[in-house]
């Protein structure tokens, strides 16, 4: 009883009360009522590619729709080739075919809610990238129609941190509020990245840890993450997202 009762705090403090501060906070946010009323034009947020000649990766996330943007984000990948006067985005859906490109501006809000970057390569370390990148979107297993579960995965976050796992020169990982990163590909339960710096186990998205220098330390439970970022100094708070430098 005493070890359930420590459980029990730990749950409540780590992971209850900021999902309901999140909640709170989302309430008194004004939102659109429905897709159809929402902002999916460009945030202006990347650059004109004609004016970045050189290769870009980019990983954004942003706020998602409707009650559940309180605690969740929504990410996707762009690319942009050497040269090229154009960007390349790539994401995960529920409806039509699972893995979309171009649906939306690179930079598009997502419900109206205006994105950020999670992660950035440039130049020739991203040209060197962009193989492997295209690779793993190519190989991502749940890719077919009928292979998107909002909760706990394998849905937008999933896909996304699926690539990031099989490309470690992103070098990140997606905030702790993008629900559905924790469900590893193929439904395994243990998955080591290709460079052998974060370790992850995940019982379907549901119950998991991942550690190493890239993770930090991480507990994550029911599609949400708490941890600590000793790298690059920080919290990883519940349905808050990442707060520190």
């Known amino acids: 009883?005493?070890?359930l009762r420590i459980a029990t705090?730990?749950?409540?403090?780590?992971?209850?009360v900021p999902m309901a501060a999140a909640a709170g906070w989302w309430a008194t946010v004004d939102?659109?009522?429905?897709?159809?009323?929402?902002?999916?034009?460009?945030?202006?947020?990347?650059?004109?590619p004609e004016?970045?000649?050189?290769?870009?990766?980019y990983v954004l996330a942003a706020r998602t729709g409707g009650f559940k943007g309180a605690f969740a984000v929504h990410s996707w990948i762009v690319l942009k080739e050497p040269g090229a006067n154009r960007y390349e985005r790539y994401e995960k859906v529920g409806w039509g075919t699972p893995i979309r490109r171009d649906a939306y501006d690179a930079d598009a809000a997502w419900y109206s809610n205006q994105p950020w970057v999670v992660?950035?390569?440039?130049?020739?370390d991203a040209e060197a990238a962009m193989p492997k990148i295209r690779a793993a979107i190519a190989s991502?297993?749940?890719?077919?129609?009928?292979d998107y579960r909002i909760w706990p995965g394998p849905n937008s976050n999933s896909f996304v941190a699926h690539v990031m796992r099989e490309v470690p020169d992103i070098d990140a990982v997606l905030p702790p509020n993008a629900v559905g990163r924790d469900y590893l590909a193929g439904g395994t339960w243990f998955a080591v990245d290709p460079d052998g710096r974060d370790v992850h186990f995940s019982l379907f998205g549901l119950v998991g840890l991942s550690a190493g220098l890239r993770s930090g330390f991480e507990i994550h439970l029911l599609g949400q993450t708490a941890g600590v970022d000793f790298l690059h100094p920080a919290l990883k708070i519940p349905a808050v997202g990442r707060v520190g430098i």
């Open 9 to 16: 705090i730990f749950i409540t403090l780590v992971f209850l």
């Open 1 to 3: 009883m005493r070890y």
């Open 51 to 57: 004016k970045e000649p050189d290769a870009a990766i």
């Open 31 to 48: 939102r659109p009522t429905s897709w159809r009323s929402a902002d999916w034009s460009s945030s202006g947020l990347l650059p004109s």
């Open 140 to 146: 991502y297993p749940f890719s077919h129609r009928g």
């Open 119 to 124: 992660a950035k390569l440039t130049g020739q």
